[in-house]
């Protein structure tokens, strides 16, 4: 929703792209820092106070997910964080790290509502063969992760974390 496009289309002032491929889970390029501000004062506009705020974890260190958390840790508003799909399925160790001092909730999903996760995750075509192989592969890895989570074959879930 905002005019900032993806990492892998930013440039600096000379042109040159800041990411590349090999760079896009890391540190955040020098020139992208102001958009943590960016970001935090779009977000500060048009919060409600009752807003809930869920945010990445940022397993697998992807620089817009880092760039998201430190907007919204700025806010210092109370926060649920996600773990990031499908980082998470390649590298579930990385929970325990990120989640050190934090509770655990889960939160049920409709089947409704796993469907629009599937369709909003397969709306992204150009990243589908990249994140997930293809799919039917995405959709069955966000199905086993949802049910997984209510240990049912008929309900689905998602986890959040908060501090404690």
């Known amino acids: 929703h905002l005019s900032i496009p993806d990492c892998i289309y930013r440039s600096g002032q000379d042109g040159a792209w800041l990411y590349d491929p090999n760079t896009l889970m890391g540190e955040i ?7 943590v501000e960016t970001l935090r ?28 958390r430190g ?9 649920r964080y996600y773990a990031d799909i499908p980082y998470l399925l390649k590298d579930a160790s990385a929970v325990e790290t990120l989640t050190s001092g934090m509770q655990a909730e889960v939160h049920p999903v ?3 509502g796993c469907r629009a996760w599937q369709e909003g995750i ?8 990249i994140l997930f192989e293809d799919l039917e592969k995405m959709q069955e890895m966000i199905q086993s992760y949802a049910q997984h989570l209510l240990g049912w074959q008929r309900e689905t879930g998602i986890q959040l974390w908060r501090a404690v």
């Open 29 to 35: 390029h020098p020139a992208d820092r102001p958009l």
């Open 41 to 68: 004062a779009f977000l500060a506009a048009i919060l409600k106070p009752e807003d809930t705020l869920v945010c990445p974890l940022t397993i697998g260190g992807h620089v817009d997910h880092r760039l998201t």
């Open 71 to 79: 907007a919204v840790e700025a806010l210092e508003r109370p926060l």
């Open 110 to 112: 409709s089947k409704a």
């Open 122 to 129: 397969a709306a992204y075509t150009s990243q589908i063969g």
